[in-house]
């Protein structure tokens, strides 16, 4: 059974495996300590299997990181997440690979639509697509 929780200091050395395993260029465990309060994880029994990273700033709220452990995709675990953030009361915001077709799909299926692109947004000079979702649109 999946349970989702905020993520605790003794979570982030499995976040950041899972951040290392997921990304080409993962953020580092500095990140992830700093901004500790903005984490929640999924876990099956007691593993970690995946997170979700929210930032509110005044009325809107953004996405600033996902992923699961490669064993888990596949299994609803990312929906679980989206589905344990999202509210109508408040706009989401994301940034997202433009190659990350998986991602884009999921993001969509909940309302989520490009809005714009953020040029060699990420470290390998890829672009990002930033995605809104505005409550009951």
Not at 23 to 50: C, M, N, S, T, W
Not at 80 to 87: F, G, I, K, P, S
Not at 102 to 118: P, Q
Request: net charge negative; proline share 4%; hydrophobic share 40%.
């Amino acid at each position: 059974m999946i349970v989702i929780s905020p993520m605790k200091d003794k979570d982030i050395p499995v976040v950041v495996e899972i951040e290392r395993l997921s990304f080409k260029y993962p953020k580092p465990e500095a990140v992830f300590r700093e901004d500790e309060h903005k984490y929640l994880v999924a876990r099956d029994d007691e593993q970690i299997v995946g997170y979700i990273g929210i930032e509110k700033i005044l009325d809107e709220v953004h996405i600033i990181n996902m992923a699961i452990h490669p064993s888990y995709r596949g299994k609803g675990i990312g929906k679980r997440l989206m589905q344990h953030v999202l509210n109508d009361e408040e706009v989401f915001f994301l940034e997202v690979r433009v190659s990350n077709e998986a991602a884009k799909k999921v993001y969509e299926k909940y309302g989520f639509k490009v809005i714009n692109t953020r040029k060699e947004y990420y470290a390998d000079g890829e672009d990002a697509l930033v995605m809104r979702r505005i409550p009951n649109e």
